[in-house]
């Protein structure tokens, strides 16, 4: 079954191919360093995490207390938890399965 996302275009295909290709850290500090700005790349860093600790139930209060995001940041990763399209969990399992 092949998900199809209402982000989907040429831009975002090419943009997609680039970040499967890069293969390792190194790689993905030097394009992501090129491709966003500090605080953009900050920004998906800090709402993976938030996605984390949600994942292993941590609260609101806590959440916000180690990550500094606002609870609507918070909220809104939640409802992409239970509602979106499942990448957070898709890429949360994933890691769970490297440890």
């Known amino acids: 079954m ?3 996302s209402r982000f989907k275009n040429e831009e975002t295909e090419l943009f997609f ?3 499967l290709s890069l293969g390792d850290k190194e790689t993905c ?3 992501f360093e090129d491709v966003s700005t500090v605080n953009e790349l900050a920004a998906m860093a800090q709402r993976f995490h938030i996605a984390k600790l949600l994942s292993e139930e941590h609260t ?3 959440i916000e207390a180690k990550t500094k995001a ?3 940041t ?3 990763i939640n409802r992409c938890l ?3 399209a499942d990448g957070y969990k898709k ?6 399965e490297k440890c």
């Open 2 to 4: 092949t998900y199809d």
């Open 17 to 19: 191919d680039a970040i």
């Open 29 to 31: 500090y030097r394009f």
């Open 60 to 62: 609101y209060a806590e």
């Open 70 to 72: 606002s609870t609507a």
């Open 74 to 76: 918070i909220s809104r």
């Open 82 to 84: 239970r509602y979106g």
């Open 91 to 96: 890429m949360l399992a994933k890691l769970s």
